[in-house]
């Protein structure tokens, strides 16, 4: 079992940075294929970026089109956190962002039924 906990949210004007953390439990973490999404209001949950276990000590990573070259997606297993840094933020960036973590297959990162864990999300506001 993982439990997982977002932290760094809230309200940012255009073209600012926020950092989210996610604090993970579970000593065999650094196994763990990692992802990050978002549910704009009034809009499905959807991908932002995941960080793939390549099976020894590196990952592969996956961000939807709408970030990639604003936003990295990182970890640090001696601590089990997992890390969203947001550069030139948008205001279509406004949603509650969602830590997430499986141990299966990582065949669809994208694939929110990839990841059987879940945290409880942080609001991220972008002001216009």
């Known amino acids: 079992q993982v439990q997982l906990v977002e932290s760094g949210g809230g309200l940012v004007q255009a073209g600012g940075s926020l950092r989210l953390s996610c604090a993970a439990s579970g000593r065999t973490f650094r196994t763990y294929n990692v992802g990050w999404f978002r549910q704009p209001p009034g809009k499905e949950r959807e991908f932002v970026a995941a960080?793939?276990?390549?099976?020894?000590?590196?990952?592969?990573?996956d961000y939807a089109d709408s970030v990639k070259g604003r936003f990295t997606i990182s970890r640090d297993n001696a601590k089990n956190m997992v890390y969203l840094q947001m550069n030139s933020l948008k205001p279509e960036d406004t949603a509650v962002y969602y830590c997430a973590a499986g141990s299966g297959s990582a065949a669809n990162p994208s694939r929110p039924d990839t990841y059987a864990f879940w945290g409880q999300g942080t609001q991220v506001t972008v002001s216009s």
């Open positions: 960080l793939r276990w390549r099976g020894d000590i590196t990952y592969y990573a």
